[in-house]
């Protein structure tokens, strides 16, 4: 008989999609991912074979981030704005 792994808790922040995945469910393209991650905007987790998995809090940050460079905002105002969202979401819990 087959041994059956425990099942896994998923919470918003349980890394779970592919960087084409991520890719397909914000609309931005793979290459820019890679650029966001290296600019330290968003920092997905990784698997032992070092592929990026991406949270549904990172897919929603990825949703925040893409409206920024929307509006053209540079990367130095999305860290902040980002940051100031952060502080102001653990001022609420």
Known sequence: MARLLRRLRRTKATPIYSIGAASRLTGIPIWTLRWI??????????????????????VERLGVVRGLMEEKVNVAGIRLILRLRAGRARSRA
Do not use: A, C
């Open 37 to 58: 991650e290296r600019q330290k905007l968003v920092l997905p987790g990784r698997t032992p074979g070092n592929q990026r998995l991406f949270s549904e809090e990172d």
